[in-house]
C-alpha cells in the first residue's frame, strides 16, 4: 500500500463501515467462505511469510515459546481457515430485535442490533489474532484495522493481503480490512485517538499492552484478559472436588487467562486439603509457592511472598494461602483479583450464596473449575475475548458483543405535546 | 468534611459500594424516601446556601438565563424531593436475571445485573442534577461521586449533606454519596483517572465538558447529550406532518438535546414546503438560518454559513438547507450528526426503510417529531441522560443501564475435558 499516514487508512476503513453494515448475513457468509478459500490456497506464501518471521525472532534471541506461538504451519494455517467457517456459521447478531413497544400515542419504537462500524484491535505475537479478529469484525457487519506484533510482521502482512483479495473476489470492498502495522508505533498511536473513526477498540495481550491502551485511548476499548483467578477451599469442601478441580484449573491449560494462579484454604480445612491437593499438583509438575503453614504440611514449597499473591503465573506455577474465615478469603480476593473469575469449593450452601453475592468478578463459580470461563464452553461458538470490564460487557464475549444496538421509531405525523 | 485528598473520597466511596450493592429494593426505597423527606424539611437551608450561590452568580455577572437554571425555590426543592420519589417507584434492575443456561455437563450458568459499584458524574450549573443522579445510582445499587459546577458550589453542598445525613438515618452508609466539589479542578481530575475506583463516568453539561471528559479519562465514560439533530423532508413529505413535526420539534422547547437543528429539504419539495414550514417557524419566533434557495422562498432569512450546519443552536434558531437527492441529505447528515436523533417526513416506504437503515444515529425516526427522544416518553420512567456513543447503552438511558452484569455459574465438581 502507498497511503502516507495511518489516518488514511481510518478514513477508508470507516467509508468502507457503510457497506459492510448494508451486506445480508449471506453476503457476509459468501465473503467469509472466500476468505477460508484464499488462506488455504495461499498457505505457501503465508508460511513462507512466517518464516522471515521466525527467522528474525531467532536472529533477535526471542524464547522457544514465543516462536512456537508466531508460528504458522500447514496445519495451522488449516486450522485458520477452519476457525474463519466457524465465525461464517454463526449466527448473525445484526438486525436481531432486542427490544421495543408501541408509545401511546401509536409511534412504533424498535430496538435492533447494528454493527459498531468500524473495530480496532492491538495485539502481540501471534498472527491468527489477524484472521479471528477480522471474520469476527466482518461476520458482525464491521469494518476493521488492524496493529498486529511487530514479531509477526511479514506474516500479518501477507494474511492482511490474502483476506483483502479474497474480500475483493467476492464482491466486498477490500477496505473493510486494514492493517497500520506498517506505520508502528504511529499505527497504534492513531487507533487509540481515533475518535470519530474507531468505534471499539480491542486490544489483546499481556497486562502491559492492555493497560496501556486503556490509558492512552480516547476512543471507547473493551478491556480483556488479565486473569488472577483465585479458588478458594471451604472448610466443607469435599476432598474429590478440591483435588480434581484445583488440579484441572491449573494443569489443563496452564497459560490461559482462566487457569487458576492462587488457592485459598480455609485454617480449619488446611490439614485434610492442602497435602492432598498440594501432592496432586506436585505430580503434575506444579511448583507451589506457599505460606508458612503451606510449608509446614508440604514439602518442596516455594515460600511465598506478597508478589505471589499478585503474579499472574501462566504457567506451572501456583499460590497456596491459608485463610482464617471466608471474611478473609474475600478480603483477599477483593485485593488481588483482576475480576476475571473466581470459585469456591464448598457444600455449605450459605457460604455458596455469600461467595456468588459477594466476589465481583465477570465469572463467580460454586463448584465448578474456572477453565469453563470461556466462549466456547458458554455456547458462544466464538471468542472474541474475555471482558474484565463492567461496561458493555462482562466475560466471555460473543459475536453480539461486537455490536451496538441503534432506535428505530416509525409514526404518522405525531408530535410531542 | 475533614479529609485532604480526593482519593480519599473514592475509597470511601468504593468501600460504601460493596454496602449499597447488598441492599434490597425495600432497603432502597426507604433510603431514597428518607432523602426525599429530608429535602423537604431541609427546604429553607437548601434556598438560603442557594441564595448565596445566586448573589455570587450575580457578582459575577453570569446571565439571567444560567442563573434561573441555579436557582432552587419551594416549588423546585418539592419538585426535587418528588423526582426522588419518582426514582424510588422505578423497578429495581439489581438482580434481574438476564440470560443463563445449562451447560452440557450439568453446571447452571445464569447471567444477572448488578450494580456497577461507583458511578461518578461531573456536570455544570444546575443543582438539581446531584439530587438526580445521587438517586439515580443508589436506586441501582451505586454509590456515587459528584463533581458539580463551581456555580451551584454552596446549593450543592447542603444538599450533599442533607442526603448523607438522610442516608445514615436510615441505615445506610452516608459514604455511599461523596462529594469532591470542594477540591475544585483536582476533584474532577481525580474522578476521570479513578482507575479502580470509578466504575463508569458520566458527564453532564456542554458539548466542551463532555469533549474534555471522553479525552482526558482513563476511566470508562457514558458520552451523554450533543444533539444536532436534523429533519428531512422528503419530496412526497405531506404539508401538515412537515410543518407539524418541525415546529414541535423546534418550538416545544428549544434548549434541549432532542430539539430539531437544521431541516433539510428536498428540492422538489421545495417551493412546496419551504414557505409553509418557514411561516409556521417564524410566527412561533423562530430565526430561520438558510442557504440561497430558501433565502428566494421566505423573507427574514439569516444567510447560512457553514458554521450553522454544524451548530446545536439550543435556541429558537433553525438551520434550513436544500438538497438535490436522499443521498445528499444523508451526505449532510453523516458530515454534520452528532448521532442522536435524525427524522425523516416522507411517506414513500422504500425512502423510509433506507433513512431507518442508512443514519447511525442513536435514536432515527420517520414521520415523527425528535422530541420523543427521551427517557420518558421510551417508557423508562427516568432519565439518566441519553447516550450517544455506541459502547454499553445508546439512546435514552433507563436505570438497567447504570448496571453491569455478572455470571453465577453453581457445579456439582465439573472439571473441564
Given at each position: 500500500m502507498t497511503d502516507q499516514t495511518p489516518q488514511v487508512r481510518l478514513e477508508r476503513a470507516k467509508e468502507a463501515s457503510r457497506a459492510t453494515a448494508a451486506l445480508t448475513s449471506d453476503d457476509k457468509e459468501r465473503a467469509l467462505e472466500a476468505i477460508a478459500v484464499a488462506l488455504e490456497q495461499n498457505a505457501a506464501s503465508i508460511i513462507e511469510a512466517n518464516g522471515r518471521d521466525i527467522d528474525r525472532g531467532r536472529a533477535d534471541g526471542i524464547g522457544e515459546s514465543l516462536i512456537d506461538r508466531l508460528r504458522l504451519d500447514e496445519k495451522r494455517v488449516a486450522a485458520l481457515a477452519s476457525a474463519v467457517r466457524q465465525v461464517a456459521a454463526l449466527a448473525d447478531p445484526?438486525?436481531?430485535?432486542?427490544g421495543g413497544h408501541r408509545m401511546p400515542n401509536g409511534v412504533a419504537l424498535e430496538q435492533i442490533r447494528v454493527p459498531f462500524g468500524v473495530v480496532g484491535a492491538i495485539y502481540e505475537a501471534r498472527p491468527n489474532v489477524t484472521v479471528d479478529i477480522a471474520a469476527l469484525a466482518l461476520r458482525s457487519g464491521n469494518a476493521v484495522v488492524l496493529r498486529g506484533g511487530s514479531a509477526a510482521k511479514e506474516s500479518n502482512t501477507v494474511l492482511v493481503e490474502v483476506m483483502r483479495r479474497a474480500l475483493d473476489g467476492a464482491g466486498?470492498?477490500?477496505?473493510?480490512i486494514q492493517t497500520?502495522?506498517?506505520?508502528?508505533r504511529d499505527g497504534a498511536k492513531a487507533l487509540m485517538h481515533?475518535?470519530?473513526?474507531?468505534?471499539v477498540l480491542v486490544p489483546r495481550g499481556s497486562a502491559g499492552l492492555i493497560e496501556t491502551v486503556v490509558t492512552e485511548s480516547t476512543v471507547p476499548v473493551i478491556e480483556t484478559g488479565a486473569g488472577n483467578v483465585h479458588i478458594v477451599l471451604d472448610e466443607s469442601a469435599p476432598e474429590d472436588w478440591a483435588r480434581d478441580i484445583v488440579v484441572n484449573a491449573k494443569v489443563q491449560r496452564p497459560s490461559v487467562c482462566n487457569a487458576v494462579e492462587t488457592v485459598l484454604v480455609l485454617r480449619q480445612a488446611a490439614p485434610r486439603l492442602i497435602p492432598l491437593v498440594a501432592s496432586a499438583l506436585q505430580s503434575e509438575g506444579v511448583a507451589i509457592h506457599g505460606d508458612d503453614i503451606v510449608a509446614g504440611l508440604v514439602s518442596n514449597v516455594i515460600p511465598a511472598t506478597e508478589e505471589d499473591w499478585a503474579t499472574?503465573?501462566?504457567?506451572?506455577d501456583i499460590a497456596m494461602k491459608v485463610v482464617d474465615s471466608l471474611d478473609d478469603a474475600l478480603d483477599h480476593i477483593r485485593r488481588y483479583s483482576t475480576g476475571h473469575t473466581e470459585s469456591i469449593i464448598t457444600t455449605d450452601s450459605s457460604n455458596v450464596e455469600r461467595f456468588l453475592a459477594e466476589v465481583d468478578s465477570a465469572v463467580v463459580m460454586a463448584n465448578a473449575s474456572t477453565r469453563f470461563t470461556d466462549g466456547a464452553e458458554f455456547g458462544f461458538g466464538a471468542e472474541v475475548g474475555i471482558s474484565?470490564?463492567?461496561?458493555?460487557t462482562r466475560g466471555p464475549m460473543g459475536l453480539s458483543e461486537l455490536t451496538s444496538t441503534k432506535w428505530l421509531a416509525r409514526g404518522a405525523g405525531q408530535t410531542r405535546g
Open positions: 445484526v438486525g436481531r430485535v432486542v466486498v470492498t477490500a477496505e473493510a497500520v502495522d506498517d506505520f508502528g481515533g475518535r470519530g473513526f474507531i468505534d499472574e503465573y501462566l504457567s506451572l474484565t470490564q463492567k461496561l458493555h
